[in-house]
């Protein structure tokens, strides 16, 4: 049964500043997305199937933005397996209330990554998530709109795999918020491959734009030789991009020094800035924040 954390109701008003980004959007006279107020672009991480590296992906991606000098929010949705808290060193982190909602976490003193996640809401990690289909349902609405971020540049949203039922409400709600659009992830596997065809389906269906795919795990480099192997074939997600006509954002290999970071809030943009992993990652958000991708949707 799950059992959850008692909250302190917070009494605090967040004073909201605009970010530079959001200053320079007013100035241009583009309005302010009226869905979740305070935040300028949605970004969703999704897949077809588990495993593909989505929590890291969109966790180091957020890292990447704010490292870019963006204010970034990350709503960790995925009920099945609430890992962003325990993937930034978050997992002690208590959660309150105010009257405008949930307040996020705050993973610095600058207050540039704020993190909202179910697992702050679980007394215990090892606590299974067993609510049937209707309460989950609402538990993710709850979760996309009572969040009370400050000003954001961009929210990603980490999603729950494949097409399981939680996986179908999150997209579903993806419009009602105007999402810009979801970043694919993959492995180069056939099988992954085939779940990410139906997942690219199933985005055209609820109307989430895809902004592209990320190939991931695609090959490993060794670090003593620099040799690649090549573990689940490669450039599978480079061909269905492709075939898709949707864009190829990168290829990440697997990078055992991803897994040194677990547990920090540092990005491999600045622990491993000469590695290829930093670049595809400073390569992805490049694409996302040069405007071209997130303007096509709002255009
Ligand atoms: N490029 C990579 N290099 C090395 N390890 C990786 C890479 N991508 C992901 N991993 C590792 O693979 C495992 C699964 O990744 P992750 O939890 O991000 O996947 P997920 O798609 O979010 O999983 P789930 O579907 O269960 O939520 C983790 O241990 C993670 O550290």
Known sequence: M?????????????????????QELMARGLPKRAPLPGVTDIVVVASGKGGVGKSTISTQLALALRESGFKVGLLDIDLCGPSVPYL?????SDVYQC???????????????????????????????????????????????????DELDYLIIDTPPGTSDEHITVME???????????MVTTPQG?????????????????VHVLGIVENMSGFVCPHCSNCTNIFSSDGGVELAKRSGVPHLGTLPIDPRLNVLIGTTRSVLT?????????????????????????????
């Open 191 to 207: 099988v992954a491959l085939d779940d990410v065809r139906k997942e690219l389906t199933f985005c055209r269906k609820t109307g």
């Open 271 to 299: 622990e491993l800035p000469e590695s290829n992993t930093a670049q595809i990652f400073k390569s992805i958000v490049k694409q996302i924040t040069n405007g071209d991708i997130v303007n096509a949707v709002k255009d």
């Open 2 to 22: 799950l059992r959850f954390r008692s909250f302190q109701i917070c009494k605090r008003t967040l004073a909201t500043h605009p970010t530079p980004k959001q």
């Open 88 to 92: 930034l060193g978050l997992e002690q």
């Open 173 to 183: 709600c993806m419009r009602d918020v105007k999402c810009d659009g979801a970043v």
């Open 99 to 149: 009257d405008e909602g949930w307040v996020p976490i705050y993973a610095d003193e600058n207050k540039t990554l704020a993190v909202m996640s179910i697992a702050f809401l679980l007394k215990s990690r090892n606590d299974p998530v067993i609510w049937r289909g209707p309460k989950k349902t609402m538990m993710i609405r709850q979760f996309l709109t009572d969040v009370k971020w």
